[in-house]
């Protein structure tokens, strides 16, 4: 038995759950990313801001809660965190950022990993995850894994994603294989491009594996990498199952500078030149993502008397397609 069920910390939705709780139906709700420094009465406080503000979801990322370690779920602290999330249920939807440390392409610690993203499964039933992202495989620097084939790598993650499908569904929760960039110590992976990115999760074919658009990553590839932005949503629309909207200067940098405008900045939607009224006047997504803000941390934070403006700017965006534009190709 898991540490969650063994706690009886599984969360299972309502049939009521939503009710009063604003729907779009392009969209599954609008959400915010939030911080905690590894503090519930942080955590507490944050999500109070994000449900006065009127956003309907909040995205944890549990990395300071001490909840994940060597590859299980310590049950010692994650009943104190589920306990602040239960006193926001009323009010907000969950979503969860997936471990920042899995890698399905690590062969040196496969296993290791196999059991990290099991136990993100479990943390992500307790927290009541309507969705997950997941960073995809990436590759390690020479010599590790440097005989193994990326399709090889690739045909790997895809049996192990499968895997997990019906687990995931068993609680109305889905995975996001989020979109990438390469810079630095940020590795390779095939996920930079979105056809391949795209074939991998629709070779998977589960209905609860997608991917998780994150709007920077994807713009920042395609400056670098050489490929049209848009083009690249529209192909990626259909499978797309979870947002994290941020905005960037589209200027790939190991070393962010937002002076500059370098780097994987998060910035909030509008604050940097990722084109988002022609991406959203033209491209829908048919699988309803959640509209989550994602600002890099220390921002998620500062930014909080921006609440009701970033929401504001995301019901807009949310608008700009009409019913009888409903395509997931630009014209």
Same mark, same amino acid.
């Given at each position: ?21 604003? *729907?779009?139906? &392009? ?13 519930? &009465? ?5 999500? &109070? ?10 995205? %944890? ?9 060597? +590859? ?16 926001? #249920?009323?009010?907000?939807?969950? =979503? ?11 062969? *040196? ?37 440097? *005989? ?30 989020? =979109?990438?960039?390469? /810079?630095?110590?940020?590795?390779? *992976?095939?996920? %930079? ?17 997608? /991917? ?19 083009? +690249? ?16 200067? $589209? %200027? ?8 500059? $405008? ?7 939607? +509008?604050?940097? @030149? %990722? ?6 006047? #033209? ?14 941390? +220390? #921002?998620? =934070? &500062? ?11 995301? #019901? ?8 009888? @534009?409903? =395509?997931?190709?630009?014209?």
């Amino acid at each position: 038995m898991d540490v969650v069920k063994r706690l009886g910390l599984a969360w299972s939705p309502s049939l009521n759950e939503a009710d009063g709780m604003e *729907s779009n139906a &392009r969209f599954s709700g609008f959400g915010y990313a939030v911080e905690d420094r590894g503090e519930p &009465r942080e955590l507490d406080e944050m999500l &109070r801001a994000v449900a006065a503000a009127g956003f309907t979801h909040a995205e %944890i990322d549990a990395g300071l809660w001490d909840v994940l370690l060597g +590859g299980r779920v310590n049950g010692r602290e994650l009943a104190r965190w589920i306990a602040v999330l239960d006193r926001h #249920r009323d009010d907000l939807r969950f =979503t969860l950022h997936g471990a920042n440390d899995l890698n399905l392409f690590d062969t *040196s610690e496969r296993d290791l990993h196999e059991r990290l993203l099991r136990a993100s499964l479990e943390l992500a039933r307790a927290v009541g995850a309507e969705a997950m992202a997941y960073h995809p495989g990436v590759r390690l620097k020479p010599p590790v894994g440097a *005989s193994v084939a990326m399709l090889d790598l690739m045909k790997y993650e895809r049996e192990a994603l499968s895997a997990i499908g019906d687990e995931v569904s068993a609680w109305g929760g889905r995975v996001g294989v989020e =979109t990438w960039y390469a /810079v630095g110590d940020v590795g390779y *992976s095939y996920a %930079i491009w979105p056809d391949q990115l795209a074939g991998q999760v629709e070779a998977v074919g589960h209905p609860a594996v997608g /991917v998780c658009l994150d709007f920077g990553h994807l713009f920042l590839a395609a400056r670098w990498f050489g490929f049209d932005f848009l083009e +690249g949503v529209a192909r990626l629309a259909p499978v797309v199952n979870h947002f994290h909207l941020h905005d960037v200067f $589209g %200027i790939l940098s190991e070393k962010s500078s937002a002076e500059l $405008g370098y780097g994987d900045l998060h910035l909030p939607p +509008g604050w940097g @030149q %990722i084109p988002f009224d022609d991406l959203f006047s #033209r491209i829908a997504f048919p699988r309803s993502p959640v509209f989550m803000i994602e600002l890099v941390r +220390g #921002r998620k =934070t &500062r930014l909080l008397p921006h609440l009701d403006e970033m929401l504001s700017e995301c #019901r807009r965006l949310a608008s700009l397609l009409r019913s009888d @534009q409903l =395509t997931s190709a630009p014209a």
